[in-house]
């Protein structure tokens, strides 16, 4: 057989080896790779003739369906799109029972949105999925649940899911902790089957825990240095997000877990790092429909209540991290319906509650994230479009910042016992904040076109500086150093780098005395407690001082 083979398609040897530009016809024909040697591996192994197309360029024929099978089609979508006009629904989708099978979990089917929640975990689509998914909410549920697999599964699974270089923060790495944190779990946990979601959660109270903590006192708590405790705990949070699988996790314990992380690691951490690891928090929150009030979607009182909190700390963590780089908040007014949290204490919330506990006048333990979330939504995101609307005065400006401040004072503040420490943190902190929306408001309309203040209104610069003796108080006041960690979250950058711009080109006086002895302060205050990090200003400043 080899001899008749070699007679039919002879063999050329290596040495005048003929290469073809296409392949043979045997080879094209079964879609197989050709070595375009005449005649061809494939043709010899398999004992037939080989033969190549000619020099010219085969004609190219297209797959084209006939015109009588586009014509259907076209008269296809014309009546589809004349039942989406008319708003009729289609016939072959009557017989669909959209709210069919709901029993188990609750769930949301809108015309543009739709969430599905079952224990403990949601998902979320809205536009034109959930068009689609809102007539198979039965199969929707089957996918939560076959996700949540995922949580559980071996975390060298998916060790590399964030989208951060080198691991991020909620990459992690394979480092032991110095002491044992493991072991705190399983005794935290003992008898109580503890998700991976719940320890992450975990994990984050202990970093948590110690980023609040005194220098001098963690060595005696916990056996180790501060710094030494803080990176375990780092280490030991970014372990457990990456074993609860962070980003495709569905369960609201390991977005509360990152949340709070990055909120106490933004202090003396690397902020541009925060910044961009609360954008992907953010689609996360939107994928479980947290931006969604629970209210609207019949969601029990206590977890719509928990769902508020946890927004709007995600709203609070995006207007920090933003301001450190400078950039606007990727949240913005319209993008969410979830309503303020109730201004309760933590006890005054149970699992099974009927309804949500009467507001409470004055402070509570979430009164300061009510009130900043407050000043947020009237001051801060409508400031963007008061710098677009040049017809706003000052006065106007300056009255909607005045008002804000009588409404909170009416409501809150005026409560509170300053003779209380947290109350006297939580007051300042606020009124810091109205100060400085104030200030923004003249800043926009008080300046010549080179940036500089008009000598007429020395009051934006004197109000600078009594913001700026304000956070430095609140940094260095004995009596409220439990809470300096929290002061530090509230960094008076801008208004430091424009008190030191304005120091150099005013005369220096007595006038200016003040100014200079607290930007100097409040300057070396930062150089000795906080790290430079990626914060936009830190440069600047430098050069200013």
């Given at each position: ?171 992690g790495d394979k480092s032991y902790y110095s002491w044992s944190l493991d072991k705190d779990v399983q005794n935290a946990s003992a008898g109580v089957d503890m998700t991976p979601s719940d320890e992450a959660l975990l994990f984050s109270v ?262 700026v003796q304000f956070a430095y108080l609140l940094q260095t006041n004995e009596a409220t150093s439990q809470w300096s960690w929290l002061c530090q979250s509230y960094e008076e950058w801008h208004i430091v780098a424009f008190i030191l711009s ?44």
């Amino acid at each position: 057989m080899s001899d008749n083979l070699e007679n039919k398609t002879p063999r050329v040897t290596s040495s005048h080896v003929e290469f073809k530009k296409r392949s043979c016809f045997r080879c094209n024909t079964r879609k197989v790779r050709c070595d375009r040697t005449y005649p061809c591996g494939a043709c010899v192994k398999a004992e037939v003739e080989c033969a190549f197309p000619g020099p010219k360029r085969a004609r190219r024929t297209l797959n084209r369906p006939p015109s009588s099978e586009l014509l259907a089609r076209l008269k296809d979508l014309e009546e589809e799109v004349s039942q989406l006009r008319s708003k009729q629904p289609s016939p072959r989708d009557s017989d669909v029972n959209p709210t069919s099978d709901l029993d188990a979990p609750s769930s949301l089917a809108k015309k543009a949105e739709l969430l599905v929640l079952k224990e403990g975990k949601s998902r979320y689509v809205s536009g034109e999925a959930s068009v689609t998914l809102g007539e198979k909410i039965s199969e929707l549920r089957d996918i939560i649940e076959s996700d949540s697999n995922e949580e559980d599964s071996s975390p060298h699974e998916n060790s590399n899911f964030t989208v951060l270089p080198q691991g991020g923060l909620f990459g992690g790495d394979k480092s032991y902790y110095s002491w044992s944190l493991d072991k705190d779990v399983q005794n935290a946990s003992a008898g109580v089957d503890m998700t991976p979601s719940d320890e992450a959660l975990l994990f984050s109270v202990y970093y948590a825990a110690v980023a609040s903590m005194r220098a001098h006192l963690c060595h005696s708590i916990l056996g180790v240095n501060h710094d030494t405790a803080i990176q375990d705990c780092k280490r030991a949070v970014s372990q457990g997000l990456r074993r609860a699988n962070f980003i495709k996790c569905q369960n609201i314990s390991v977005l509360q877990g990152a949340v709070l992380f990055l909120l106490c690691y933004r202090v003396g951490g690397d902020t541009r790092l925060v910044w961009a690891e609360s954008a992907v928090v953010i689609r996360v929150a939107q994928a479980q429909g947290i931006h969604r009030d629970g209210q609207n979607i019949a969601l029990p009182p206590f977890e719509t209540e928990i769902r508020r909190r946890l927004w709007w700390h995600i709203c609070l963590l995006d207007m920090l991290s933003s301001g450190d780089q400078g950039v606007d908040t990727q949240i913005r007014p319209g993008m969410f319906d979830t309503q303020f949290p109730t201004n309760v204490d933590d006890d005054d919330l149970i699992l099974h509650m009927p309804n949500l506990p009467k507001p409470k006048s004055g402070f509570t333990d979430n009164s300061i994230c009510i009130m900043n979330s407050q000043i947020m939504t009237n001051l801060y995101w409508p400031c963007h479009s008061m710098n677009q609307n040049p017809k706003m005065s000052s006065h106007a400006r300056e009255t909607l910042v005045t008002n804000m401040g009588k409404d909170l004072h009416r409501e809150y503040l005026d409560h509170f016992n300053l003779d209380i420490p947290i109350h006297w943190v939580s007051a300042t902190i606020v009124r810091l904040q109205l100060s400085k929306s104030w200030l923004a408001a003249h800043f926009q309309s008080s300046t010549d076109p080179y940036g500089t203040i008009s000598s007429h209104d020395v009051r934006v610069f004197e109000m600078a500086v009594e913001i700026v003796q304000f956070a430095y108080l609140l940094q260095t006041n004995e009596a409220t150093s439990q809470w300096s960690w929290l002061c530090q979250s509230y960094e008076e950058w801008h208004i430091v780098a424009f008190i030191l711009s304005e120091l150099c080109l005013r005369p220096l006086n007595p006038d200016t005395d003040p100014a200079c002895d607290i930007v100097s302060k409040m300057y070396e205050l930062w150089q000795r407690g906080i790290p430079h990090t990626d914060a936009i200003l830190h440069k600047p400043m430098d050069r200013f001082m």
